[in-house]
């Protein structure tokens, strides 16, 4: 193999083609969005995750009356039938792929029945999450915390990707959306586990988007506020804060699948951001009040700091009276 360095010249042609196609379809979203999204997904063939409820659920239907083909996934196979069967009703055409994505060997068996199937995914929307409420000293012993956010949020999105990017290179056509939050411009307290995936996941997204720059395959992010599905209703705080209805995320959604734009943020999102990189002393004051302020319960079998350290000195001290 040589060491040489070998250069190519680079396609710069489809950096204006795709401007141009930007600024038309962000016309035809602002002016006429039914008629675009009809126009983007009619006959497309589009594989969603977390379409069993929330914000799939609803994202689903809009989808399938606009004219596509959906391939909904989730683990609860009643209520994605249940969902498929009203669409069907409806005259649209949506098809359910049950099973657990973090199993990575079920993604690729959802991804090879629904190429057999369809043929193709034109659209990718890795929509299905887990979140996780937790401050990190109350995870010192649950470390599965962080292994299963990452395995659904972040390695169940890219294995998809993994197995449908190949076809959509080929097609020289694709979308890929990946769901993420406006935790990752604000870092709110008691979300370690949650966000570090889905900064995961939006660090994929751009150095993708930043590769398949020339092609016609292109990668989204949406970064969701707080929005009232099950998701979030464990948490009882969220119940009187104001929130992003499921209707207004379904919106952010259709939008993005019109334009394709990169991400979608909205102005606390860029506020947040804004914060962080301006005045991040500031920033960090103001998410730490916040999180002193609200009391947490410890989980179950939580054993305090002391206790541990303690019982860490024990084990020491006996080791060493052992030796002596
Ligand atoms: N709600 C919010 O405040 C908020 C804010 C920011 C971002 N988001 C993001 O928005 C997306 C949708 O969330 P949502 O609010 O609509 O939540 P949701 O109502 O709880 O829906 C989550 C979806 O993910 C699916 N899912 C969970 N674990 C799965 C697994 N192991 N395998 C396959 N599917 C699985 C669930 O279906 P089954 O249980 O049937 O498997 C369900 O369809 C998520 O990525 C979330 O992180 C939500």
Not at 45 to 65: F, M, N, P, R, Y
Not at 66 to 71: E, N, S
Not at 144 to 156: P, S
Not at 201 to 207: A, K, N, Q, R
Request: charged share 20%; aromatic share 8%.
């Amino acid at each position: 193999m040589s060491n040489e360095l070998k250069f190519r010249v680079p396609r710069v042609q489809p950096y204006f083609s795709r401007l141009k196609n930007h600024w038309t379809w962000t016309a035809k979203s602002l002016l006429t969005p039914s008629q675009a999204l009809r126009e983007r997904v009619q006959g497309k063939v589009i594989l969603l995750t977390g379409a069993s409820s929330g914000i799939g659920e609803q994202v689903a239907d809009k989808l399938a009356d606009a004219g596509a083909i959906l391939l909904l996934v989730a683990r609860n196979r009643d209520k994605l039938e249940m969902i498929a069967s009203a669409i069907q009703q409806r005259g649209g055409q949506a098809f359910v792929y049950p099973g657990d994505l973090s199993d990575l060997e079920t993604c690729d068996r959802i991804c090879e029945q629904a190429l057999q199937d369809h043929g193709r995914v034109d659209i990718l929307i890795n929509n299905a999450g887990r979140s996780i409420r937790r401050s990190i000293k109350f995870t010192y012993h649950r470390f599965h915390d962080y292994e299963r956010t990452l395995q659904l949020n972040y390695l169940a999105s890219i294995r998809l990707a993994m197995n449908l990017l190949p076809g959509m290179e080929a097609r020289d056509e694709g979308h890929i959306i990946n769901v993420s939050t406006v935790g990752v411009q604000a870092n709110p307290a008691r979300f370690s586990a949650y966000l570090a995936s889905k900064w995961a996941l939006e660090g994929w997204t751009w150095v993708a988007a930043n590769e398949f720059a020339h092609t016609g395959v292109r990668f989204s992010s949406l970064n969701y506020p707080l929005v009232r599905t099950p998701m979030i209703a464990p948490t009882k705080i969220y119940r009187y804060m104001p929130v992003m209805s499921p209707e207004t995320a379904v919106n952010w959604m259709l939008d993005i699948i019109i334009t394709q734009n990169k991400r979608k943020l909205g102005i606390f999102g860029k506020g947040a951001l804004a914060m962080y990189y301006l005045l991040p002393k500031t920033s960090e004051s103001i998410v730490n009040l916040s999180y002193q302020s609200v009391f947490e319960e410890p989980p179950a079998n939580y054993l305090s700091s002391k206790v541990r350290a303690g019982n860490a000195a024990n084990t020491a001290s006996g080791k060493r009276q052992h030796r002596a």
